[in-house]
């Protein structure tokens, strides 16, 4: 299947400032979920958000999704040195027997 | 919360050989694990999906010959890569899929494997 698309690609910001990432998809979904990757390693899950929600937070994380436009976003606020990671939105597709299809990816990088 | 293991957490191979990598769910029976593949700077594709007792499901240009999945038990899924190349080098990452009395879409994430093929 098709991956979804993240825009920016990579992301450059100062410490405290907000970050917003951007995902957009291209079939019917039971939900959405973001994930972070620091270089090299796992997944950590950070937020999931069903199909009939349109907005979720958790902790500095907010997330919306718009199912008509087949987009979400992820705003990060106040952030920190420690949120330097690459993002992914996955998509867990209607009737798709719950696999994930990975999204492009965001390179946030937050400076001093 | 629900843990996934990867073993190993890297390995270097020649060129010819096959490598194993195990992926283990800690304190839960997954019933289904999921297997991914990570080239440098990009995003996860998934390779095929394993259910426990039956044949892998392979994703569209996967070669099921080549990445043999085997998953024996409910906590224990093998992805052996057979002679490997240099092409074959990747991040391969492992998701299992919690059964009863958890979030039915939840996967939980294994640290992956770095295989690095010379």
């Known amino acids: 299947s098709q991956q979804g698309e993240e825009d920016p690609q990579a992301l450059s910001i100062q410490e405290g400032e907000n970050a917003t990432m951007n995902c957009s998809y291209k079939?019917?979904?039971?939900?959405l979920q973001w994930y972070r990757q620091n270089s090299g390693r796992g997944l950590v899950h950070l937020i999931l958000?069903?199909?009939?929600?349109r907005e979720k937070h958790s902790g500095r994380l907010r997330v919306t999704l718009d199912t008509s436009k087949k987009s979400s976003s992820l705003l990060i606020t106040a952030s920190r040195a420690a949120d330097t990671a690459s993002y992914f939105c996955?998509?867990?597709?209607?009737?798709?027997?719950?696999?994930?299809?990975f999204g492009t990816g965001t390179q946030l990088k937050v400076e001093l | 919360g629900a843990v996934v293991s990867q073993h190993p957490s890297w390995v270097i191979c020649k060129s010819g050989t096959s490598v194993k990598i195990e992926c283990r769910s800690l304190?839960?029976?997954?019933?289904?694990m999921f297997w991914y593949r990570q080239f440098p700077k990009q995003s996860l594709m998934l390779m095929a999906t394993?259910?426990?007792?039956?044949?892998?499901?392979?994703e569209q240009g996967v070669e099921k010959d080549k990445f043999l999945i085997n998953h024996a038990s409910l906590t224990l899924s093998t992805l052996t890569v057979t002679s490997a190349h240099p092409e074959d080098s990747s991040f391969y990452i492992c998701?299992?899929?919690?059964?009863?009395?958890?979030?039915?879409?939840?996967?939980?994430f294994g640290p992956g494997t770095r295989l690095t093929v010379l």
């Open positions: 304190d839960f029976q997954a019933t289904t």
């Open positions: 998701s299992a899929k919690a059964g009863e009395g958890w979030s039915y879409n939840e996967q939980f």
């Open positions: 996955a998509t867990d597709a209607s009737g798709g027997g719950n696999k994930l299809t």
């Open positions: 079939t019917s979904i039971n939900n």
């Open positions: 958000i069903r199909s009939n929600e």
């Open positions: 394993s259910n426990e007792g039956s044949k892998a499901t392979y």
